[in-house]
C-alpha cells in the first residue's frame, strides 16, 4: 500500500543550490501534479504531467522545472534554490479517463532555503 | 477564473460540539467539490466528494451538501472529537478528466477534551 512515495521528507538548502525532489506511485496512474502548500494559501498547482512524455504549467511554475520519467516518476527541480521557495511540496496522482477519481497525495516534502 | 473561499480559521471545539466549515466556489459549468483532510505531518487525504448539485457527500460522520443555487459545499458533523483535530480544504475539479484541483487555505480546526 506505498501509493504515492516522495523523497527526501525534510531537506535544507542555502540560496542558489539545486535540487531534485523525487515523486513516485505505484497505482498506475497517468496523471500526476506537483503542488506547494504555503501558511495561508493552500495548494497551489506548480506542474502536472496528463501522461508520460508530457508536462504543462500550472499557477506557479517560475523557478521549477519538471521531469516525467516514466509512468511512475514526476520530479521537481529547483535550478537555483530562492528563500521564497520555502514551502512543503507534495506530489500527486490520479487515474486519467473517469473524471471522479480522486488525486491520491504523498506525505510532502518539506524544504527550507536559507 | 475557478476559485474557492473557505472560512478562515483557526476553529476551535469541545468534544462533542457541532462543527461547521464554511465553502463557496466560483467555476463555470458544473464543476466536482471535494473536501480533504491533512492530519499533521501528513499529505491530505480526500474526506468527501460531490459530483453534482444537490449530491451529498459522506464519511466519518462528516457530510457536505453540494448547493448549486448558492454555489456552497459547507462542511458539517454533529459531534467532534479530539481525533478530528486537522486542517480541511475544499477544493474543486472542472469536468476534465484531466483533474486539476483549485483548493481553498485550508481551515485549521482544533477540538479539546
Known amino acids: 500500500n506505498a501509493g504515492v512515495t516522495q523523497t527526501p521528507k525534510f531537506q535544507v538548502l542555502k540560496t542558489g543550490q539545486s535540487m531534485t525532489l523525487q515523486c513516485a506511485q505505484d497505482?498506475?496512474?497517468?496523471?500526476m501534479y506537483w503542488y506547494r502548500q504555503d501558511p495561508g494559501m493552500g495548494l497551489r498547482l506548480i506542474y502536472y504531467?496528463?501522461?508520460?512524455?508530457?508536462?504543462d504549467k500550472g499557477e506557479v511554475p517560475n523557478g521549477y522545472n519538471v521531469s516525467r520519467l516514466n509512468k511512475r516518476e514526476f520530479s521537481l527541480r529547483l535550478e537555483s534554490a530562492a528563500p521564497s521557495q520555502t514551502s512543503v511540496y507534495f506530489c500527486?496522482?490520479?487515474?486519467?479517463?473517469?473524471?471522479?477519481?480522486?488525486?491520491?497525495f504523498g506525505d510532502g516534502t518539506r524544504l527550507s532555503i536559507l | 477564473g475557478d476559485s474557492v473561499t473557505q472560512m478562515e480559521g483557526p476553529v476551535t471545539l469541545s468534544e462533542e460540539a457541532f462543527l461547521t466549515i464554511n465553502c463557496t466556489y466560483t467555476?463555470?459549468?458544473?464543476?466536482?467539490l471535494f473536501w480533504y483532510v491533512q492530519y499533521p505531518g501528513e499529505g491530505l487525504q480526500l474526506l468527501l466528494k460531490?459530483?453534482?448539485?444537490?449530491d451529498k457527500g459522506s464519511n466519518k460522520g462528516f457530510e457536505a451538501t453540494y448547493r448549486k443555487e448558492t454555489t456552497s459545499f459547507h462542511l458539517e458533523k454533529g459531534s467532534v472529537q479530539v481525533s478530528d483535530s486537522a486542517v480541511y480544504f475544499c477544493?474543486?475539479?472542472?469536468?476534465?478528466?484531466?483533474?486539476?484541483?483549485?483548493f481553498g487555505r485550508g481551515t485549521q480546526l482544533t477540538v479539546w477534551p
Open positions: 477544493a474543486l475539479r472542472r469536468g476534465s478528466t484531466l483533474g486539476r484541483l483549485y
Open positions: 500527486a496522482s490520479k487515474e486519467t479517463g473517469v473524471s471522479n477519481q480522486p488525486q491520491h
Open positions: 460531490a459530483t453534482k448539485a444537490d
Open positions: 467555476a463555470t459549468g458544473y464543476p466536482s
Open positions: 497505482m498506475n496512474h497517468n496523471s
Open positions: 504531467s496528463a501522461s508520460e512524455g508530457t508536462t
